[in-house]
């Protein structure tokens, strides 16, 4: 199987890469620090898998498409579209710049690389693609607003490319995972509810892969308490949002 992933350098891209490095597999792996994957390629090329490597930036548009193109010359079985940054919580407006940046990588660059490689799952009749999403699309929190605008930006592209794709024989699939050990995570620095290792998290996310879900949320108990929340009346959400951004910053 040829799997493409991008942002494998590290976090939850470079645990995907080890999971599915296996003599059976080939691995295309993107990512923008050229020393942390190439560390990641060797470990998955020890484990027996057929690795290439491309060094890039995500924001690159320009590059991303030409990338695109090259990897379209070639079967495609899955791509995983994992690339993707946070600017942390912000406690007043985020900064414009950093706004930019996250809507840059979190989901313009998903359709720079994949505007030439759509066409080809099209004419092959097959394939898988796997977007990496968040519960915080779910819901906008006032100290993650970019980021949660981002992301939910990106569940509405796969939404449309599902219907799009499905007649060709393409599966498309959004995972929703809630907070699990990370580069990203690592950052955050107030309690983060259901937090999983990055172990479980990568057994939930493979296995969702492996049933072709199209769209899978997890924790479940934390995915049901977010879809309950957006239930709740107006005046009653600002209460729980308050308090827990009270809670947050305390």
């Known amino acids: ?63 991303m498409k030409e990338i695109g193109e090259r990897l379209s010359l070639q079967p495609i079985d899955r791509i995983i579209l994992n690339a993707g940054v946070s600017v942390g919580h912000f406690g007043e407006v985020t900064p414009f710049e950093d706004f930019h940046r996250l809507f840059q990588t979190n989901f313009l660059s998903v359709h720079a690389l994949l505007e030439p490689i759509i066409p080809k799952l099209i004419h092959q009749q097959s394939g898988e693609v796997v977007f990496i999403s968040s519960l915080a699309s779910l819901f906008s929190m006032p100290t993650s607003i970019a980021y949660s605008s981002s992301k939910r930006a990106l569940n509405a592209y796969a939404e449309g490319l599902h219907y799009q794709l499905k007649p060709h024989g393409v599966t498309v699939m959004t995972i929703l995972p809630g907070f699990i050990d990370s580069e990203m995570t690592q950052k955050n620095c107030f309690k983060m509810p259901f937090f999983m290792s990055t172990e479980k998290g990568i057994k939930r996310i ?30 009653l959400r600002d209460k729980i949002v308050n308090f827990t951004n009270y809670k947050k910053g305390s």
């Open 206 to 235: 493979t296995n969702a892969i492996e049933r072709k879900k199209i769209r899978y949320a997890f924790p479940f108990r934390f995915s049901l308490m977010i879809r309950i929340l957006t239930l709740l009346p107006q005046s």
């Open 1 to 63: 199987m040829r799997i493409i992933i991008t942002g494998a350098s590290s976090g939850l891209g470079e645990a995907l890469a080890l999971h599915y490095a296996t003599k059976e597999n080939q691995l295309v792996l993107i990512a923008r620090r050229e020393d942390r994957l190439s560390d990641v390629a060797q470990r998955c090329r020890d484990k027996g898998a057929e690795v290439e490597t491309i060094v890039a930036d995500v924001n690159d548009f320009v590059r």
